[in-house]
T-cell receptor, first 112, second 117 residues
Framework: GQQLNQSPQSMFIQEGEDVSMNCTSS?????WLWYKQDPGEGPVLLIA?????ELTSNGRLTAQFGITRKDSFLNISASIPSDVGIYFC????????????FGTGTRLKVLA | GAVVSQHPSRVICKSGTSVKIECRSL??????MFWYRQFPKQSLMLMAT?????????EQGVEKDKFLINHASLTLSTLTVTSAHPEDSSFYIC?????????????FGSGTRLTVV
C-alpha cells in the first residue's frame, strides 16, 4: 500500500535536546496527523493539522502543516526519556474518504 | 475522552484455525472503523474500512474471504482471520472515527498480537 516518506528513520538524542522530524508526500494532503506508538501498543494521537500553514502545539510538541500541503513537520523541545517511541505521521488526501495513510515512522531514542 | 477497546491483546492459535478480534468504541458511536496490520518495525498498513450496516471496503491485495470484517453495531467491529497461517502472524490494530464538530479524530485500540503456530 501507499506510504508517506518520513525522516529520519531513527535517531538517538541526548536528554534536553530538541528533535525535528518530517513527513513528505508526492501528493497533496488536506489533513495531517502525528501519532506516537509505544511497543506493543496502538498509536496515540499527538497533534492534528487541518489547514496549510497551520502551526499547532501540544505541550513540548509542535507540528506544522506545510504550505505546499505535501509535507508536515514535528518538533519536540527539551526531550525527556519518556519521549522514546516511534512517531508516525498520517495523511488524508481525499476529502471524500476517511482513510489515512501512515508514514514509515521515526524511531526516537533518548539518552539520559 | 474517546476510548477504543480491542480484545484480545494477544492470541496464539494453531495453523488452520480462525481467530476473531473485537474492536469496541466505549463511549461514542463509530460509524466507521479501520483495521490495520503492522509487521515488526514497520508502519501501519490499512487493510480495510469497516462501515456500520454495510460491507467493508478492502484495500488492494487484502483477501476479503480471509479477513472477514463485521460491523453490526455502531460500537463494535470484528475482524476474523480465517484459516490462519504463520504468515498471518502480525500486530492488528483497529481505529475508530470520532465525529467532533467539523473535524474528525481517529482513536486507536491497543492492538492484538496474533501468533499462528
Amino acid at each position: 500500500g501507499q506510504q508517506l516518506n518520513q525522516s529520519p528513520q531513527s535517531m538517538f538524542i541526548q536528554e534536553g535536546e530538541d528533535v525535528s522530524m518530517n513527513c513528505t508526500s508526492s501528493s497533496i494532503f488536506n489533513t495531517w496527523l502525528w501519532y506516537k506508538q509505544d511497543p506493543g501498543e496502538g498509536p496515540v494521537l499527538l497533534i492534528a493539522l487541518y489547514k496549510a500553514g497551520e502551526l499547532t502545539s501540544n505541550g513540548r510538541l509542535t507540528a506544522q502543516f506545510g504550505i505546499t500541503r505535501k509535507d508536515s513537520f514535528l518538533n519536540i523541545s527539551a526531550s525527556i526519556p519518556s519521549d522514546v517511541g516511534i512517531y508516525f505521521c498520517a495523511g488524508r488526501a481525499d476529502s471524500g474518504t476517511y482513510k489515512y495513510i501512515f508514514g514509515t515512522g521515526t524511531r526516537l531514542k533518548v539518552l539520559a | 475522552g474517546a476510548v477504543v477497546s480491542q480484545h484480545p491483546s494477544r492470541v496464539i492459535c494453531k495453523s488452520g484455525t480462525s481467530v476473531k478480534i473485537e474492536c469496541r468504541s466505549l463511549d461514542f458511536q463509530a460509524t466507521t472503523m479501520f483495521w490495520y496490520r503492522q509487521f515488526p518495525k514497520q508502519s501501519l498498513m490499512l487493510m480495510a474500512t469497516s462501515n456500520e450496516g454495510s460491507k467493508a471496503t478492502y484495500e488492494q491485495g487484502v483477501e476479503k474471504d480471509k479477513f472477514l470484517i463485521n460491523h453490526a453495531s455502531l460500537t463494535l467491529s470484528t475482524l476474523t482471520v480465517t484459516s490462519a497461517h504463520p504468515e498471518d502472524s502480525s500486530f492488528y490494530i483497529c481505529s475508530a472515527r470520532l465525529l467532533t464538530g467539523i473535524n474528525y479524530g481517529y482513536t486507536f485500540g491497543s492492538g492484538t498480537r496474533l501468533t499462528v503456530v
